[in-house]
């Protein structure tokens, strides 16, 4: 499969989605993920774990985002591609 360095999430090769990022842009999206998710947990996590759940989902709609914007078009794909 050729890199194609205009998306910062390739394609997986089976199924549905992205891949690991393409790039450092990716990357740092996907860090800022990690941080604020740990930022979360170590915040909100304490003191209740329904705003935890509600955060993480939030957090993982806005990635679900950026994959989609910056991201590879998705579609099922067999592998052959």
């Given at each position: 499969?050729?890199?194609?360095?205009r998306?910062?999430?390739p394609?997986?090769?089976y199924?549905?989605?992205?891949g690991?990022p393409n790039n450092?842009?990716?990357?740092s999206?996907?860090?800022?993920?990690?941080?604020l998710?740990?930022?979360?947990?170590?915040?909100?996590?304490?003191?209740t774990?329904?705003?935890?759940?509600?955060?993480?989902?939030?957090?993982?709609?806005?990635?679900t985002?950026?994959?989609?914007?910056?991201?590879?078009?998705p579609?099922?794909?067999?592998?052959g591609?």
């Open positions: 499969m050729l890199r194609d360095d998306y910062w999430f394609a997986k090769r199924g549905w989605g992205w690991p450092w842009q990716g990357w999206v996907v860090a800022g993920f990690a941080a998710i740990a930022v979360g947990a170590a915040t909100i996590l304490p003191h774990h329904s705003g935890f759940i509600a955060y993480v989902a939030v957090l993982s709609v806005l990635l985002g950026v994959c989609w914007w910056k991201g590879e078009p579609r099922w794909r067999w592998g591609d």
